[in-house]
């Protein structure tokens, strides 16, 4: 590892002085300092909420500070927009990007500058390709975003940074929305920008990538910037520490794991599980296959089949979404559905949600048909779901209480008029065994992501569904939420409720499931045993290597 150590004695690229945010009497910020050296990564870690999104819209522009100060070169600067933050040479790839589909790689870039009518095409296309190779990124310049990949749509994005030469980028989760192979890929970039002297600062739940790719990890907690270490030498038990509060030693009994696995900690929150960990056999009664999570519990007698698609198939506009899909998922089993982002996945939580409808064949929740039933009547029929589209899952300027029983009115609902003594109730119930950051009667456009996720997931398990959809649970979760997440789908099928989980995270997949299906342009092209699910084979599947 380089840089860290050096710090204190490299002058910062990047320094922010007491940055402070308040929201109405929630301290988001409380006085954080941080430097970034140039040709240093440094990894911001901290629990859902702690302030982490905050602190980073505060470098971009996109959110004033009530106090402190943004410095780069030592010069300390007035950032109101992402504009003046590029200006500046700062640049920010987050989750959510900001690429127009129909448009071509360098007109994209082109567009984040100074608007395609003043702009040398050939020129910039010539400069685009320059930036690629500087940090390795091969991408037809001249192809649609429509047709990239997330992994290549995030490369646009960093591309558009360096583009505009930033010396600073700030990624937020970016490995959460991408595949091993293109995570693999975007740690090579940002190795690059390392030894070109860019300063990095790389927001992160994962321990294991944190370790892979920083020089220095920051911790927040609270909104307090709590810990400050060189990665090479920090403890994971520290670390968590850190992020959770107490101590070491209380941190590591908490979560103390018999295996000395690469990562104690990890495995023993059920973090990561390594790739070559053994998978969890559908018929295993006892082991686990991650020290510590409470995968493998299954009792291996699953009983009738809780959801059944048959011959499901969706078209638009002449092409199939999905393609005669049969799939079942058992009472007490949670089957897993892998593949690469884009092959239909999505869809099919979209069918099952009700909020797509079926061009042919038919869905069944518990022996009941709902292949044209609303969403209402799904719901009635057993059915719970979480999509992957959160934002629009909630009713934003609700608040949290009011989102939590949203889909279970009736309950909470007495001579036409709401309990609302009871919603509290639930609501307080919730906060406190999902650990979600927030008050009963915050709006919840005002939740942090994972936050959010929290409540969207607490509404779904407190309906104890016969079946629960679920699309990527645990994405951007901290690692005792994610832990929390995966025992409760546990719990589900021990209850004898059938899951099927989407998730492009492989490592979880394995760890839950008890059969893994895998899409690949719409159509199922392989099912298997969890035990029979290695990487390799699901790789070769999800890439389509099993096709006809
Ligand atoms: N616009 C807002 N209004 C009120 N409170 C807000 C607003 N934005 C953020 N907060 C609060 O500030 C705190 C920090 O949120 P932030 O999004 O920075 O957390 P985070 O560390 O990025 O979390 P996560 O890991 O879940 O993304 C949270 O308690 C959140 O509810």
Redesign the pocket.
């Known amino acids: 590892m380089t840089g860290g150590a050096t710090d204190t004695v490299a002058r910062p690229l990047l320094e922010l002085t007491g940055i402070t945010?308040r929201?109405?009497d929630?301290l988001?910020?409380d006085d954080v300092s941080l430097r970034v050296a140039p040709g240093e990564v440094v990894a911001m870690l901290?629990?859902?909420?702690?302030?982490?999104?905050?602190?980073?819209?505060v470098v971009y522009g996109l959110?004033r500070p009530d106090a402190g100060t943004v410095a780069v070169d030592g010069r300390p600067l007035d950032i109101s927009s992402p504009k003046d933050a590029m200006a500046a040479g700062i640049g920010m790839v987050t989750q959510e990007f900001s690429l127009v589909e129909t448009m071509t790689v360098t007109d994209n870039v082109a567009l984040s500058g100074t608007g395609l009518g003043r702009v040398d095409r050939a020129e910039t296309r010539r400069r685009v390709v320059e930036a690629m190779e500087r940090v390795g990124v091969s991408l037809d310049p001249d192809r649609l975003v429509g047709s990239l990949s997330i992994g290549e749509r995030q490369r646009v994005e960093i591309v558009k940074a360096l583009f505009h030469d930033c010396r600073v980028v700030i990624l937020?989760?970016p490995t959460a929305v991408l595949t091993p192979q293109d995570v693999r890929a975007l740690f090579e970039t940002v190795r690059r920008l390392r030894t070109a002297g860019l300063g990095i600062l790389v927001?992160s739940?994962k321990l294991r990538e944190v370790a892979e790719i920083s020089d220095r990890v920051v911790v927040?907690r609270r909104?307090r910037l709590v810990g400050d270490r060189v990665t090479a030498t920090v403890r994971d038990e520290e670390l968590a520490a850190l992020m959770m509060g107490g101590s070491t030693d209380e941190v590591a009994a908490a979560t103390a794991t018999p295996a000395a696995e690469p990562s104690e900690l990890e495995a023993a929150v059920g973090m990561e599980v390594p790739t070559d960990q053994p998978a969890a056999s559908a018929t295993t009664t006892a082991a686990s296959p991650t020290p510590g999570t409470t995968t493998g519990t299954t009792t291996g007698t699953t009983g009738e089949p809780v959801l059944r698609l048959t011959g499901l198939t969706v078209s638009r506009g002449g092409r199939d979404l999905l393609s005669g899909i049969d799939l079942a998922v058992r009472a007490g089993e949670i089957v897993g559905l892998a593949g690469v982002s884009g092959n239909g996945q999505t869809e099919l939580v979209e069918v099952l949600s009700g909020t797509l409808p079926v061009t042919s064949g038919t869905l069944e929740v518990d022996g009941q048909d709902v292949t044209s039933a609303d969403v209402g009547r799904r719901l009635a029929a057993g059915l719970g779901r979480l999509t992957e589209d959160r934002r629009g899952s909630v009713v934003p300027q609700m608040s949290v209480e009011q989102n939590l029983v949203l889909e279970d009115l009736p309950a909470y609902t007495r001579r036409g008029l709401l309990d609302r003594k009871a919603v509290r109730a639930h609501a307080e119930a919730m906060i406190e065994r999902f650990d979600i950051?927030?008050r009963p009667a915050?709006?919840v456009?005002?939740?942090?992501?994972?936050?959010?996720?929290k409540v969207l997931l607490a509404r779904a398990l407190a309906r104890r569904p016969r079946v629960l959809v679920v699309a990527q649970p645990t994405r951007?979760?901290?690692i005792g939420a994610y832990r929390y997440v995966h025992q409760q789908l546990d719990e589900l099928r021990t209850e004898g409720a059938g899951v099927l989980l989407v998730s492009e995270d492989l490592d979880e997949l394995r760890a839950l499931s008890d059969r893994v299906v895998v899409l690949f342009r719409g159509e199922v092209v392989g099912e298997m045993p969890v035990a029979e699910a290695s990487p390799d084979r699901l790789g070769v599947l999800m890439a389509g290597g099993g096709s006809s």
């Open positions: 945010k929201y109405g929630l988001a910020n901290g629990e859902n909420g702690a302030g982490k999104s905050t602190l980073m819209k959110v937020d989760e927001v739940h927040l909104g950051r927030a915050d709006a456009a005002t939740l942090s992501g994972g936050n959010m996720q951007g979760l901290d």
